[in-house]
Each structure stands twice: as structure tokens, then as C-alpha cells.
């Protein structure tokens, strides 16, 4: 019976208690078992994100199973068959196969869920960090907006008193602060007085405190905003309630720049700085601390105050010397017009004396030189000499006069003309040649070689000022002889010690004459030689009975050699040592000879000419260069004026009636030239005013001589033409 | 050294002449050494540089008109014309005479007797051009070496 029924006993007797729990306890085990993957499922598909799909099935059945082995162990308790007791082997074998597996999974599974954990950690440690950044770029960037805005107020104004009022109030506003203040330092430098407030109508402008309190020092020696005691003079502005308490001042200085404080290098240092005070405060009973981002933007702000403030400064300054040069230029105007208006009374003043002067003058010497020509007594001729010499002396001394005025107010030009220099030169000698002569003295004159014979100047005051110099050499000798010496200056003798601010500059048109007078007079003292070209100053140690003249005239004769870009200068060793006096004066190059008036070399020799044909205007058409230049040629030598042209078109626009003869190349194929001449017949109706037509033609058959006939020409030459032939064909012609 | 500029201007003279007794320049050249005097000292070098000129332009544009597939005859003409006025003013005698030549054949529309004769003409100017810059330069001898042109009498025919 036994071996029928094939059955297992169990390992252990039935214990009835311990069994019954075993019993229940198996039961558990397998309902939890079972649950957790249930529970698993549900919960992995409520979350949205689970990697591990192939691990919870794994995990699953793993459950699964042990749940199974522990539900089949619950009939091994009792008898049981066989197929239960292969059942449960096959379980416990799968349990064992997917728990191992499960082992080996977990193994890689595990590691990777902690570092998640891990790794959560560090990222909410990172959060948190940059939070904290957030928060401090934001307040970064709200200081910097604000900065902008209060730089953008406080920039937007060149009025100092607008700047430091938006200032207070702009500061005020964003920092939400109970009271600000600026202190400026006085005149004296010594005191701080107290300028502008926000809440102005409650504080009382105009307070002051010294400067050199130690809080005030604290401040102004950093540049950072600084906290002070709300008790401290400077921040004390408001009256004090028993119950605020106030609120936390902080300082900070504003730089008072100067444009001289702006160095390239060194940003201005503490040495000689002014600087104002700003306080601020925050208000009383509301707890608040300054931070450190508040501080800063107060440090820019005074920083940007200080810059505003120097443009101001600048531009106040600019605005005042503008001012100052308006006021000044109207005063010059005023005074160039009074100046103006007196030259010209002046003027015409004078010019109403030189003319009064002029007239009884002019009665004088003309009645005494007619006396002259009477019969007179030796002494009566002596009378009307002295009287002929004393007028006209007056009358020169009128003209340097007028001369002279009008040197000096700078109306007086020169007369330019191109001149004989040697002419000139040979004049002044004829003129001096009488003088010198009665005194026995011996003058001399050295024109150089190069000297160039004609030049462009003042020719009349050029010879006055020769004259001049040549005179007073004669004047002050008594014996011996004088030399004149003339030459073109080099550059070497240009620079002279003598005269540093006379710096001439050679050019290709301009030279520099040099004329040196030496006399073996009665010399000057060399103190004296300042004085002479003074205007009206007499050399009184020299005054003798045959000197004359008003002592203008070396006055007059710096001037016109200034004028004439040159100078003039008197050396003398002493007295009774001679003179040498030397003026160097600057002349133009004429261009071309034949614009003066002297006789030109004709252009053309004499020889070939028939006066009849000397600049006889003469029109020659032909096309080609070659011929055309032949018969150019042949014309220039007889003497005619030839202008020539190519087309026809060219000849009706250039042909006048100025143009006594007309040549034309009548044999170009193609150019109807017999068509110009009816044209010009057209033309010129008038037989009188139409030049005369030549042909000019290669050809030498009759038809061509007819056809020219024909359409009126005045006359056919043929090519080539001779010099005779043109000569003799032009003689012809103009003899009709 | 006056015997050497005696020399000098006797060769100047015998080449002058010679170049009449040839033909290549005739009296029209001696016209031209007419004009020229103190106020125009360089005519003859000026008309004669203007005509080399002119000359070439023309047998250039000769050449190129011949060589074309259909020849303009009445630009080849006018060419011609043109130079044969040159060579006339000028006194080269030879080149004149070959355009006349030149004409005839032009006339006729003869392309190859034309292309015949523009290689003439083309010799005669090369011929007349080397020979009157060898004038030329003995004429500045002589001027250099401080002697006067002698002037050449036309030899009588």
C-alpha cells in the first residue's frame, strides 16, 4: 500500500502549532510576495520616467517565483503527492535561477541608483548657488541701471545748479533716502557750507561747519563712501525728535576738478584738491542698513558728479571769455573807426594845406623865376636867388610832408614800371655832377657787370632815394670824393648782422640791388646814427650854413626802401671819418624786352621784306599738315600774319573780315572747295570787305584755272609754290 | 681748324648735290632752304620731321587699306593724294613720282599693280628719309664746328 501512493514524507514530524504557523506565515509571505510587484507595476506606470523596465521584470518574477515557492510550501506540510513535490522543485529551481540572476543585476543596478543620488545632491547644492548669483547679478545690475539713469540726469545738463539738484533728487529717489546734502567748500577753502539739500524748505541753507574736522578728514581721505555718525555735525541737519532714531549717514567726497588737474598720466592726486562733502541718510526708525551695492553706486554717482561738474565749470568759463572777446572786438571796431575817421581828417586836412600851400607857393617861384629874367641889381639878383632857393626848399618840404603821411597810413603805393637801372643811376650823377663839382669833389660810379640794364619798380622814388643818399654824402663833404657803387646782392651779403629782421627771399623774377655811397666827409657819431632816420630830427652838430632840407628826408627814404621789401642802413667811424651808407632794395626781372618802351629788334630780318605785305593777315586752308606748313613757311618769311586751318568747316568759323587773303588748297578730292568760295561771296557782299581768294592747286590744266574763274576766286597759284611766285601773285593782288 | 671745316662743308656740299643729280630731292627742297632764316632757324629740319611723320601714318594705313578682302579704292586715293601733296611740297621728287604711278593704278583698280607700286613708294621714302637725316647731321657739323650751310645751287639740267 505504501509504494502506491508514491508519496513524500515530510523532512520533519507534524508538529501541530509550530505548524499551523509555519502554515500562516507561508501564506503571508507568498500574499505579500505577490502584492509588491503588483504595487511595483502600479506605481512604476503612474511615473513618467523609469529606466528600468527590464530589471523590474526581472525583479518581478523573481518575486513572483519565491511568492510561488512559498504558496507551494504550503501543501508540503501535509502528505503530499508526488506531482506537488515536483512542482515545488521546478519552482524553487526557477526561484533559484531568476534570484541569481536578479543578484548578478543588482549588483550593476545598485551602484548607478546611489550615484543618482548623488548626483541629486550636487545639483541642488548648485541650484542653490546660482541662486545666490542671480541674486547678486540682479542687484548688479539694478545698481548699474540706476547709475545710468542718475549719470543720464545728471549728464543731460550743463547748468551746474540743475546737475547737483538732480543729483540730490535722482539719489533720493533711488536709494528711497530721508535726507541729502551737499557741502561745498567757501571761497576761503576753510569751511564747508552747506548748499544744497533735498528737503530744502525744513533745512536751513547757508549753514557752515570748518573743514578740518576729523570726520570730515575720515571722508575726504578715501575714496569710498564712508559711515558716519549720525551725530557728527555735517549729518545733523534736521532737527532731531526724541523719538527717531536715525537712520545709518554714510559720506562720500566729490573731487572738484580744474582743467589744469587733468593730467595725461596721473589721475589727479590729493595735493591741491578741493573737494565738496555729500551726505546721505537713510531714513530714521526703518531699520535699514547701507549695503554694499548702495555704497558703490554713491561712490559712482560722486564720481560722475565731479566730471559733470568740470564741464560745467569749463563751459561757464568758455562762455565768459567768449564774452569778454565780443566785448573786446567791439571796442576794437569802435576804436579802428575813430582811428580811421582821424587819418582821414588828417588827409584832408592836409590835403587842403598841401593845396593852399601848393598855390601861393607855385605864385612865388614862378613871379621869382620870371624876376630872374629881368634886369636886376647884383644884389637885388642875390635877393631873388635866395628867395627862388628858400620856396624851394618850402615847397619840397610840402611834398615830403604829404609824401611822408602818406607813407605812414600805409595809402601810398608804388608806381611799377619797368625802367633803365643804368639810366637811372646816370641821371642821379648828371643832377649831383653841378653840386660836386663847386665843392671840387670827385664822384665816382661803379655799375657791377651783371648788373641787369633794365628792372621792374618805382623808378621816380627809386632815384629819389639814390638822390637823397647821394645828396647828403655831397651836403656833409668838404673835400675828398664820394663813391656810388652798384650791384645785384647775393645771397651771402642778404643776411645781414645789421638788420636781423630783414630776411629777403631770392626769387626767379626778383633780385636784390645793393648801392653803397661812401663819403670822405664829415662823418657821423656813431651815437647818433639811431637818430637819423627819425623823422624831423636834426643833426644839430652838423648844421651848417649850405645844409638844408626839413630832415625828412631819410625818414621818407627808409620808407619807401621798406616798401620796396628792402633796407638801408648809415655806418660811419666817427667823426670826421666818412660815411657809408648802403641801401639794398628788391627789383623785378622784366619778362620780355619788347614790353618796354625801348626800341625792339625786329623779328624779321629787313632784307626779304616788300613793306607792302608786313602783317598782312593771310588765312590758309589746306588739309595737308605738310603743305600747310610749307606754305606757313613761305608766308612768315615774307612777313604776313598767317593763320591757318585744315577744313572748311574751320575756315567759315575762323575767316573775318580782318583777314585781307584767303589761300585755299583747291585739288583735295572730295572737299568742294569751289563751293567755299560762293559761300564767301555770299558772305561778304560787300566787295571791299571780302578778302581776296586764292586757289592753290597741283593741277595744271586749264579746266581747273577755269573753274576757279568761274566761281570767282581772285586768283590761282600753282603747286609747288615758289617764294617769287607767292611774292609776286601777292603783289598783284593787293595792288587792285 | 678751318681747313676741316672746309672739309666738312665741301662733303655737305657734294652729298647735297648728289642727292639733286639722283633725283631724290628736287628744287622744291632748295625753296624750302629759302624760308628758313634767323627767325625761324629750324624750318627745313620741322617741315621735313612733319612730312616723315605724316608719311608713315599714311603707308600704314595704305597697307592695312590693300590688305583688306574688299578695297576701298577712293580711301586708297585720297591717301595717295595725301602723300603725294607731302612729297611735293617737300621736294622728293621720287616718292612723288611713284604716287602718281600709284594713282593710275588705282584708278584702274589694279590690286596687285597698286600693291607693286606701294612697296615702290615705300622704298623711295625710306630711301629719301635716310638720305636727308644724313644731311641732316652733317649740316650740324658744320654748324657745330662754327661754319654756315653753303647754299646749293640747282645743278642745271
Given amino acids: 500500500m505504501m509504494d502506491s501512493c508514491n ?3 515530510p523532512q520533519w514530524p507534524a508538529d501541530e502549532l509550530l505548524m499551523k504557523y509555519q502554515y500562516i506565515s507561508d501564506f503571508f509571505i507568498a500574499l505579500a510576495y505577490f502584492s509588491i510587484p503588483l504595487e511595483l507595476i502600479y506605481f512604476v506606470k503612474k511615473s513618467a520616467v523609469f529606466p528600468y523596465r527590464w530589471v523590474l521584470v526581472q525583479f518581478g518574477a523573481f518575486i513572483v517565483l519565491c511568492g510561488a515557492t512559498h504558496l507551494i510550501n504550503l501543501w508540503t506540510f501535509t502528505m503530499h503527492s508526488r506531482t506537488v513535490a515536483v512542482v515545488m522543485t521546478t519552482a524553487k529551481v526557477l526561484t533559484a535561477a531568476v534570484s541569481c540572476a536578479t543578484a548578478l543585476m543588482l549588483v550593476h543596478i545598485i551602484p548607478d541608483l546611489l550615484s543618482v543620488k548623488t548626483r541629486e545632491l550636487f545639483l541642488k547644492n548648485k541650484a542653490a548657488e546660482l541662486d545666490r548669483e542671480m541674486g547678486l547679478i540682479r542687484t548688479q545690475e539694478e545698481t548699474g ?106 559720506a562720500v567726497r566729490v573731487p572738484l576738478l580744474h582743467l589744469s588737474n587733468f593730467q595725461i598720466n596721473d589721475w589727479p592726486e590729493l595735493s591741491t584738491k578741493r573737494y565738496a562733502l555729500m551726505v546721505l541718510m537713510l531714513p530714521s526708525d526703518s531699520a535699514r542698513q547701507w549695503h554694499v551695492h548702495e555704497l558703490e553706486l554713491v561712490e559712482v554717482v560722486a564720481d560722475q558728479v565731479a566730471v559733470a561738474l568740470s564741464h560745467a565749470a569749463i563751459l561757464e568759463e568758455s562762455m565768459r571769455a567768449r564774452d569778454l572777446l565780443m566785448d573786446q572786438n567791439v571796442a576794437l571796431d569802435l576804436a579802428r573807426r575813430e582811428a580811421e575817421t582821424a587819418i582821414r581828417a588828417r588827409n584832408d586836412f592836409l590835403a587842403v594845406m598841401n593845396h593852399e600851400m601848393r598855390t601861393p607857393m607855385h605864385a612865388i617861384i614862378a613871379l621869382s623865376s620870371l624876376l630872374q629874367e629881368t634886369e636886376l641889381t647884383p644884389e637885388q639878383r642875390l635877393m631873388v636867388e635866395t628867395i627862388m632857393k628858400s620856396s624851394n626848399l618850402l615847397a619840397t618840404l610840402i611834398n615830403d610832408v604829404l609824401d611822408l603821411s602818406r607813407l605812414e597810413d600805409g595809402s601810398f603805393q608804388l608806381n611799377i614800371v619797368t625802367f633803365n637801372l643804368h639810366v637811372v643811376f646816370r641821371e642821379v650823377l648828371n643832377l649831383i655832377k653841378p653840386v660836386a663839382s663847386v665843392k671840387k669833389l670827385l664822384i665816382t660810379l661803379n655799375l657791377a657787370p651783371d648788373l641787369p640794364e633794365y628792372a621792374v619798380g618805382d623808378e ?13 654824402a655831397v651836403k656833409f663833404s668838404k673835400e675828398g670824393g664820394i663813391s656810388i657803387t652798384a650791384f645785384v646782392a647775393k645771397a651771402e651779403y642778404l643776411r645781414d648782422a645789421r638788420a636781423p629782421d630783414f630776411s629777403p627771399v631770392p626769387s626767379d623774377n626778383h633780385f636784390y640791388l645793393r648801392v653803397q655811397v661812401k663819403d670822405s666827409g664829415s662823418g657821423i657819431n656813431p651815437q647818433d646814427i639811431p637818430k637819423l632816420f627819425t623823422k624831423f630830427v636834426h643833426n644839430q652838430s652838423l648844421a651848417t650854413k649850405n645844409s638844408g632840407g626839413s630832415g625828412l628826408g631819410l625818414a621818407i627814404c627808409k620808407r619807401f626802401v621798406t616798401l620796396m621789401d628792402g633796407h638801408i642802413s648809415i655806418e660811419s667811424e666817427g667823426l670826421g671819418k666818412g660815411c657809408t651808407a648802403t641801401f639794398i632794395v628788391k627789383l623785378g626781372i622784366p619778362e620780355k624786352l619788347n614790353e618796354s618802351k625801348f626800341p625792339v629788334m625786329p623779328k624779321v630780318p629787313a632784307n626779304h621784306i616788300q613793306a607792302n605785305f608786313s602783317g598782312l593777315k593771310v588765312l590758309v586752308m589746306d588739309d595737308n599738315g605738310v603743305s600747310r606748313a610749307v606754305t606757313k613757311g613761305l608766308l612768315l618769311h615774307l612777313g604776313c600774319d598767317v593763320t591757318t586751318v585744315s577744313s572748311r568747316d574751320e575756315l567759315l568759323g575762323v575767316v573775318s573780315q580782318e583777314h585781307k587773303v584767303v589761300l585755299m588748297d583747291v585739288c583735295t578730292p572730295g572737299i568742294d572747295s569751289y563751293e567755299v568760295a560762293v559761300q564767301m561771296h555770299r558772305l561778304y557782299s560787300n566787295h571791299h570787305e571780302r578778302p581776296l581768294l586764292v586757289a592753290l592747286t597741283g593741277s595744271t590744266d586749264k579746266v581747273t584755272k577755269e573753274n576757279c574763274m568761274r566761281v570767282g576766286m581772285d586768283g590761282v597759284i600753282q603747286k609747288p609754290v615758289s617764294l617769287d611766285k607767292m611774292r609776286n601773285v601777292l603783289s598783284e593782288l593787293l595792288e587792285h | 681748324m678751318d681747313v676741316g671745316l672746309v672739309q666738312m662743308q665741301r662733303r655737305l656740299a657734294d652729298y647735297a648735290n648728289a642727292l639733286f643729280k639722283e633725283g631724290i630731292l628736287d628744287s622744291q627742297y632748295l625753296q624750302l632752304q629759302e624760308l628758313q632764316d634767323e627767325s625761324n632757324p629750324d624750318f627745313v629740319v620741322e617741315v621735313v620731321s612733319l612730312f616723315f611723320t605724316d608719311s608713315e601714318k599714311l603707308l600704314n594705313d595704305l597697307s592695312r587699306d590693300l590688305a583688306q578682302p574688299n578695297v576701298d579704292f577712293k580711301r586708297v586715293d585720297a591717301h595717295v593724294h595725301q602723300l603725294k601733296g607731302s612729297s611735293s611740297s617737300i621736294g622728293a621728287e621720287r616718292v612723288k613720282n611713284a604716287c602718281i604711278v600709284f594713282r593710275n593704278f588705282c584708278q584702274e583698280k589694279n590690286i596687285p599693280g597698286c600693291l607693286r607700286c606701294l612697296q615702290q613708294i615705300k622704298q623711295e621714302f625710306l630711301l629719301v628719309k635716310s638720305k636727308l637725316e644724313t644731311l641732316f647731321k652733317l649740316e650740324q657739323q658744320v654748324v657745330a664746328a662754327g661754319g654756315s650751310i653753303p647754299t646749293v645751287q640747282q645743278p642745271s639740267l
Fill in chain 1, 460 to 472: 621816380k622814388r627809386l632815384m629819389q632815394v639814390i638822390l637823397n643818399v647821394v645828396g647828403n
Fill in chain 1, 145 to 250: 541701471r540706476h547709475v545710468r539713469m542718475l549719470t543720464h540726469e545728471i549728464r543731460s545738463t550743463l547748468d551746474r545748479h540743475t546737475i547737483l539738484k538732480t543729483t540730490l533728487v535722482e539719489l533720493g529717489r533711488t536709494l528711497a533716502l530721508e535726507e541729502c546734502a551737499l557741502w561745498m567748500p567757501t571761497r576761503s577753502g576753510l569751511e564747508l557750507q552747506l548748499s544744497y539739500t533735498l528737503r530744502q524748505q525744513q533745512n536751513p541753507v547757508g549753514y557752515t561747519v570748518p573743514i578740518h574736522l576729523p570726520v570730515i578728514n575720515q571722508v575726504f581721505s578715501s575714496n569710498c563712501a564712508v559711515k558716519i555718525s549720525p551725530n557728527s555735525p555735517v549729518a545733523r541737519i534736521r532737527p532731531l525728535a526724541g523719538k527717531y532714531i536715525p537712520g545709518e549717514v554714510v
Fill in chain 1, 7 to 9: 508519496c513524500i514524507e
